[in-house]
């Protein structure tokens, strides 16, 4: 068999322990979550696909330019990111020829042999586009027309895709001074697909940013509020939370570098947002800033409902000369050490026992799991596990975090599943991932009799589909 005939199988057991009885017992309790609906309560896919509904451009443009998980592995074996067509800030010459960008990935797909990747493309080529050959050098331009095709069809337009994938709701991430008008387009459509937003500041409330200063001025704009000053910025940001609750969000999302939170005083927050205003904040008047918003922020979710969601453990944007060549957000953030147990103290002291509130932790940083984070969602009411994210959003990465948290917090502390992705098709492959690896866990726990076999049956259809939905009010 030559390399362009090896076809491409999905093993219906894939990912179950090789033990005959877990592998059975893990095959019934997959059954009883693959049917059921997806619900996806955060993530980064752009709501103008369903606004607009247009067909989706080609293969490279859906699979390959928006997705950092990609094109960060090709990169990594000095790959140029131009020639895989990431724009440039600049406006220089990047690859344009999408065939020519399809085939470099088709020949260095090997790469991804053994990553989560690998696993969620092979899923997509063959469920989603129906492509029974591995993607090679060899077969990467009659794969390019086999998904060409697909695309053009009626059934993988976006909406049609959204059902075809049995998504429940769909939440997006979007700006305070996101005017949400693709939203207000899919809800005038008369459609009944369920994409909502979910509120995420940092582009407001990251003093450090250099764009901070113009970001201000848009959300007073926005808002209708004078946001130069501390008591209207804060004003402004209630007012457009509201907004984004009668979009439907029922979710914020702070993304920081570490979970640092301190209360300031009415004067020391006014002077300090005084001193960022005019260009004075320094480094740690930026994480003080921050600090102090984010406890802002657990009033504003005790006051209004929102579900607060906190993603420390980033080093974002680690390569310098991708930042200011590409911008953020292509593939460059690095899992770094983190400390909860001083750092959300504040926090969860102020408002960690308070019924109204539920604050999802998400982090890169696993060592943190076993020895601080799942003793605090253990401990305190409001706070719960964000699921396995990002690097670790993988079978093993899985499987480590219900190792480290199950016996501490339980998985009553702990979300579900979301998946967090900018590649719309990605969606059925990572759930159904997610569901393998909890079935192969929860087998475990059958097969060394730690819970009963009608417990692990309950208990896959929560972590698949009801804790998520409780979590995130949904």
Same mark, same amino acid.
């Given at each position: 068999?030559?390399?362009?005939? #090896?076809?491409?199988?999905? &093993?219906?057991?894939?990912?179950?322990?090789?033990?005959?009885? $877990?592998?059975?017992?893990?095959? =019934?309790?997959? %059954?009883?979550?693959?049917?059921?609906?997806?619900?996806?309560?955060?993530? =980064?896919?752009?709501?103008?696909?369903? #606004?607009?509904?247009?067909?989706?451009?080609?293969?490279?443009?859906?699979?390959?330019?928006?997705?950092?998980?990609?094109?960060?592995?090709?990169?990594?074996?000095?790959?140029?990111?131009?020639?895989?067509?990431?724009?440039?800030?600049?406006?220089? #010459?990047?690859?344009?020829?999408? %065939?020519?960008?399809? &085939?470099?990935?088709?020949?260095?797909?090997?790469?991804?042999?053994?990553?989560?990747?690998?696993? @969620?493309?092979?899923?997509?080529?063959?469920?989603?586009?129906?492509?029974?050959?591995?993607?090679?050098?060899?077969?990467?331009?009659?794969?390019?027309?086999?998904?060409?095709?697909?695309?053009?069809?009626?059934?993988?337009?976006?909406? #049609?895709?959204?059902? %075809?994938?049995?998504?429940?709701? /769909?939440a997006t991430t979007?700006?305070?001074?996101?005017?949400?008008?693709? =939203?207000?387009?899919?809800?005038?459509?008369? @459609?009944?697909?369920?994409?909502?937003?979910?509120?995420?500041?940092?582009?407001?409330?990251?003093i450090a940013l250099?764009?901070?200063? *113009? !970001?201000?001025?848009?959300?007073?704009?926005?808002?209708?509020?004078?946001?130069?000053?501390?008591?209207?910025?804060?004003?402004?940001?209630?007012?457009?939370?509201?907004?984004?609750?009668?979009?439907?969000?029922?979710?914020?999302?702070?993304?920081?570098?570490?979970?640092?939170?301190?209360?300031?005083?009415? *004067?020391?927050?006014?002077?300090?947002?005084?001193?960022?205003?005019?260009?004075?904040?320094?480094?740690?008047?930026?994480?003080?800033?921050?600090? &102090?918003?984010?406890?802002?922020?657990?009033?504003?979710?005790?006051?209004?409902?929102?579900?607060?969601?906190?993603?420390?453990?980033?080093?974002?944007?680690?390569?310098?000369?991708? /930042?200011?060549?590409?911008?953020?957000?292509?593939?460059?953030?690095?899992?770094?050490?983190?400390?909860?147990?001083?750092?959300?103290?504040? /926090?969860? !002291? *102020?408002?960690?026992?308070?019924?109204?509130?539920? /604050?999802?932790?998400?982090?890169?940083?696993?060592?943190?799991?076993?020895?601080?984070?799942?003793p605090l969602a253990? =401990?305190?009411?409001?706070? *719960?596990?964000?699921?396995?994210? @990002?690097?670790?959003?993988?079978?093993?990465?899985?499987?480590?975090?219900?190792?480290?948290?199950?016996?501490?917090?339980?998985?009553?502390?702990?979300?579900?599943?979301?998946?967090?992705?900018?590649?719309?098709?990605?969606?059925?492959?990572?759930?159904?991932?997610? %569901?393998?690896?909890?079935?192969?866990?929860?087998?475990?726990?059958?097969?060394?009799?730690?819970?009963?076999?009608?417990?692990?049956?309950?208990?896959?259809?929560?972590?698949?589909?009801?804790?998520?939905? $409780?979590?995130?009010?949904?």
């Amino acid at each position: 068999m030559t390399t362009k005939d #090896a076809p491409l199988i999905l &093993q219906k057991d894939r990912y179950f322990d090789a033990n005959t009885e $877990k592998r059975k017992i893990s095959r =019934h309790l997959y %059954r009883l979550a693959k049917d059921l609906p997806l619900v996806c309560p955060h993530g =980064h896919v752009d709501p103008k696909l369903f #606004a607009e509904n247009s067909p989706f451009g080609d293969p490279t443009e859906l699979l390959v330019i928006p997705d950092h998980y990609l094109y960060r592995m090709l990169y990594s074996q000095g790959i140029p990111m131009e020639s895989l067509g990431v724009p440039r800030i600049d406006g220089g #010459a990047t690859e344009t020829d999408h %065939r020519k960008i399809w &085939q470099i990935v088709g020949e260095n797909f090997y790469l991804f042999r053994g990553t989560p990747t690998g696993c @969620w493309l092979k899923h997509e080529l063959h469920d989603v586009f129906g492509i029974r050959k591995r993607l090679t050098g060899d077969t990467a331009m009659e794969i390019y027309d086999q998904i060409s095709d697909a695309l053009a069809k009626p059934e993988n337009l976006p909406r #049609a895709m959204f059902e %075809r994938f049995n998504i429940e709701v /769909l939440a997006t991430t979007d700006s305070p001074i996101d005017t949400l008008e693709h =939203h207000q387009k899919i809800r005038g459509s008369g @459609w009944n697909g369920r994409i909502i937003p979910s509120f995420r500041p940092d582009q407001v409330t990251d003093i450090a940013l250099p764009e901070w200063r *113009k !970001n201000i001025d848009n959300l007073s704009q926005i808002s209708g509020i004078d946001c130069t000053n501390y008591r209207g910025f804060i004003r402004a940001l209630e007012e457009r939370r509201q907004f984004f609750i009668e979009m439907g969000a029922t979710a914020t999302d702070h993304g920081v570098k570490t979970p640092f939170t301190i209360e300031l005083s009415a *004067k020391e927050a006014t002077n300090l947002f005084e001193k960022a205003i005019s260009g004075r904040a320094t480094s740690e008047d930026a994480k003080a800033f921050t600090a &102090q918003i984010l406890m802002e922020s657990a009033r504003m979710s005790i006051e209004d409902g929102l579900t607060m969601m906190l993603h420390p453990g980033a080093y974002r944007n680690h390569n310098e000369w991708v /930042l200011k060549t590409f911008g953020r957000d292509k593939g460059c953030d690095i899992p770094m050490q983190t400390d909860y147990v001083e750092n959300m103290k504040p /926090l969860l !002291n *102020k408002y960690g026992t308070n019924p109204k509130l539920t /604050l999802i932790v998400f982090t890169l940083d696993e060592t943190s799991y076993a020895r601080e984070l799942a003793p605090l969602a253990g =401990h305190y009411p409001a706070m *719960k596990l964000g699921p396995a994210w @990002w690097f670790h959003d993988s079978p093993e990465g899985m499987l480590r975090y219900r190792r480290m948290v199950t016996e501490t917090a339980g998985i009553y502390n702990t979300v579900g599943f979301n998946d967090d992705t900018r590649a719309f098709p990605s969606i059925p492959a990572r759930h159904d991932l997610a %569901r393998r690896i909890d079935s192969r866990f929860l087998a475990d726990l059958v097969t060394e009799h730690v819970i009963d076999l009608d417990e692990a049956e309950e208990m896959i259809v929560d972590l698949s589909y009801n804790l998520v939905k $409780k979590n995130y009010k949904l």
